[in-house]
């Protein structure tokens, strides 16, 4: 299943009314106590645009850049330590990610928002995690792509576009399927 989303844009100088203590219309910026100066309009990402540029920390210390150029593809797994889908797809990420980490990034990235850091940890170690996994402490990236359920899984490629974004599991065999077509820089990852 393949959903499709939108990016987010932040909307400058957009004009608000609210009402001060006298009940006269204000516009925001244009005086009064109001700090309503900008709102920002959080759209989803969506397959086709860029990876957002986000810094995220990993359990191993670093900072990592979602949206930094790379020459791999890059495979983001949204997770959480409750999430059963997620105990079971966690070893065939570590697997594929042996098999491909010359070609093809993974990060597994836990939404610690809905989790508890030392759940995260716990769920790491005893699945001898491999690839880096980092922390979406507030979840605002996981919002970003939509934040519906767990696992989500994002297909980028090489240029840093997002491909696709797969809501829930899928099987090991359609995984390295998509990370095969990943690697070949093939647009279409549309499920057949």
Known sequence: MTYTYATSVPVKNVQTQEENEDGERLEAGKGGDTELDTIEVMQKIQPGQPLPSMILKGLDGKSYNMGVK???ALIISF????CDPCRLEAPVLNE???KYKHDVDVYGINVTRYDRLENVKKFSRSLNLQFPVLLDEQGALFERFGGVAFPTNVMVDRDGQVREIIIGMISERELERKIELLQK???SLGAE
Do not use: D, E, F, I
């Open 70 to 72: 790379r020459n791999k």
């Open 79 to 82: 997770w959480a330590s409750w």
């Open 185 to 187: 820089k093939t647009v």
């Open 96 to 98: 594929l990610y042996s």
